[in-house]
């Protein structure tokens, strides 16, 4: 097996929810922006990126945190760096929104006619084929899909890079909103926390091997 | 810079959806393995792995699916691999669900009691945290977040090879569910389509620069 295989292979088998960092170690300058520009050019749907990543450093606000994130509390502790992933909600990702209209515009620049193209494609998916204007909630949820890639490509370039990770979906979803939302760190009409992660390194043996499914339960060949 | 962060990012800079793949062009099974394996390895909450991956080969069943999946008909003609992503319902994912005594008896082989804790902390997570049982959709939506985790580093594990992607949204969701049930393929009480991608080598230069917002509209340092 030549080397970019096996290199892979062994970032997934590192990678496991670390549940103890050592507070000693931090992580690099030059890794964590690695691992930002991961997430910074990860896909989303229309490349939408309808997401914003807040870097938690301040030690009274994470404190805040701690008694509403119970999945999050080893990372708050422990972990070097503490991000909470936010997805935009529908007031941003409806078709006819001035954030579409911006990322069209200002990020992709797309000419007038195939600005108005794509966003009536857009239209007929959102209304139509995954029927995500049924709620506010089916609408964010969408988002938070996408932010769930940038997640992943979080969590693996620090596995590529020996760095640990912890994933959290451990929290109050309604009071960890109203939080960031009272500490000025999201507008609601905007935004709702999506998902969480602690990035370090390990302070501990992983409790016991990595477990799942066989390969045959989870793949089908047609 | 040292070597792995200079190739992760120039895999995330390699990575874009592509929309003409290469139809004579394979990806060789060691590789794809690979990304199976990525796949495979890949973190859920809890650990549940509410995911199948259907790998379609079958020439007459691409054929039936090319028009109820705009988005991935340049995938279905051209791709080496292409592959749909079904999350698991609400009937699977219930706290109290065979399907999650399943897994936490005889995959992550917990001791009763320790099964016995973990379920309540699920279930309070499920009732209180994530409010996810307000609605079928709600729980697939969560689901389904998982597998945009599995998605993305299946892209990313094939980036790293050299091997080209595309990731898919661009069908109807209900059309789909209702021919992979048809099909056989999928069980419609325990599954629902949450998305798709083909692999492969592309046959076109990319069609523009990759566009992100600067970094700083994306990322809040607290």
């Known amino acids: 097996m030549n080397t970019m295989n096996q290199t892979i292979l062994n970032a997934f088998n590192f990678r496991y929810a670390c549940k103890q960092f050592d507070p000693k170690k931090s992580v690099s300058k030059e890794d964590f922006d690695t691992i930002l520009e991961a997430a910074h050019l990860s896909p989303s749907s229309f490349g939408f990126e309808p997401w914003k990543i807040i870097v938690l450093q301040d030690a009274e606000t994470k404190k805040k945190l701690y008694s509403i994130a119970w999945g999050a509390q080893n990372s708050l502790k422990g972990a070097s760096h503490f991000v ?25 620049h797309m000419p007038n006619n195939v600005a108005s193209d794509r966003r009536e494609k857009f239209k007929r998916f959102q209304q139509v084929d995954f029927n995500l204007l049924e ?6 949820d969408w988002a938070s899909k996408q932010t769930y890639i940038v997640l992943a490509n979080m969590l693996t370039a620090a596995a590529l890079l020996g760095i640990d990770s912890c994933p959290i979906e451990g929290f109050n979803r309604e009071s960890v909103d109203r939080f960031l939302a009272d500490e000025g760190l999201m507008d609601e009409k905007h ?32």
């Not at 709620?135 to 964010?140: K, M, N, T, V």
């Open 84 to 108: 909470i992933i936010l997805a935009r909600k529908k007031f941003d990702t409806i078709y006819n929104s001035n954030y579409i209209t911006h990322i069209m515009k200002d990020i992709q």
């Open 135 to 140: 709620s506010e909630r089916a609408a964010f």
């Open 191 to 222: 935004f709702g926390v999506s998902v969480m992660a602690g990035f370090g390194y390990r302070g501990e043996a992983p409790h016991r091997e990595k477990t799942r499914q066989p390969l045959s339960d989870v793949v089908i060949w047609k």
